[in-house]
């Protein structure tokens, strides 16, 4: 069964943590995703990359960072973590453009409470 | 530049009724459809999806989705919906051509409550 895993499903962190969210696939997808959900306003795409090393900011990268030294593994950072940065996080993977149709594979979720 | 529009924030309705809920795009090229499903606290699954042919795509669970290409929209469908299947639900698409397919654009999702 492919998968997207998402190495933690809660944190709780304070303000100016610098906290990193791990997402790990075993699909050997080129394309890997950061998405925020927040209620009302669906999901928005922080960062993508399309392949080791290689990253493109996406609607919001304001405030964000990520590593990519690994295929499989895609790593978001918050440099300085802030309240407004209180949300549910997903990553997600596909294949790369000319094979793919786009469709995304999501892992579960990692909700960051941030006090 | 594509776009989604899921007209419907929320649509309750008891269990073993119909439901649709409704999905519209816009994209200067052709595209695939998808409508993703989110159960509580969990991430995104994948429901059912257009690439091509048919223009009815179903679900193993029992919803199914109609492409429209002259009216741009993609509503889904169930005949009699359960409790189990309360959850969000969120349309995307993303275009055939080019470089550009590798990116979805989603909708801001529709809630579903199934009540007894």
């Known amino acids: 069964d492919v998968k997207v895993t998402q190495s933690s499903r809660y944190l709780v962190k304070r303000t100016g943590e610098k906290v990193f969210l791990e997402c790990v696939q075993d699909?050997?997808?080129?394309?890997m995703f950061w998405y925020r959900q927040d209620p009302g306003l669906g999901l928005r795409l922080i960062y993508f990359s399309y392949d080791v090393k290689m990253k493109e900011k996406g609607d919001i990268p304001e405030g964000y960072s990520v590593s990519r030294e690994k295929k499989e593994r895609f790593s978001l950072i918050l440099e300085s973590a802030s309240t407004n940065q209180t949300s549910m996080y997903l990553c997600a993977s596909s294949l790369l453009t000319a094979r793919g149709t786009g469709e995304l594979f999501f892992g579960e979720g990692s909700r960051l409470t941030v006090l | 530049a594509q776009s989604v529009t899921q007209l419907d924030s929320q649509v309750p309705v008891f269990e073993e009724a119909p439901v649709e809920l409704r999905c519209n795009y816009s994209?200067?090229?052709?595209?695939?459809l998808f409508w993703y499903v989110q159960y509580p606290n969990q991430g995104l699954q994948l429901l059912l999806k257009y690439l091509s042919g048919s223009t009815l795509v179903e679900s193993i669970n029992g919803f199914e989705a109609e492409f429209n290409k002259s009216q741009t929209s993609f509503h889904l469908r169930k005949p009699s919906v359960h409790i189990s299947d309360t959850a969000e639900y969120f349309c995307a698409v993303s275009s055939v051509s080019g470089g550009s397919n590798y990116k979805l654009t989603f909708g801001k999702g529709t809630l579903l409550t199934v009540n007894p």
């Open positions: 994209s200067s090229v052709s595209v695939y």
């Open positions: 699909m050997d997808h080129e394309n």
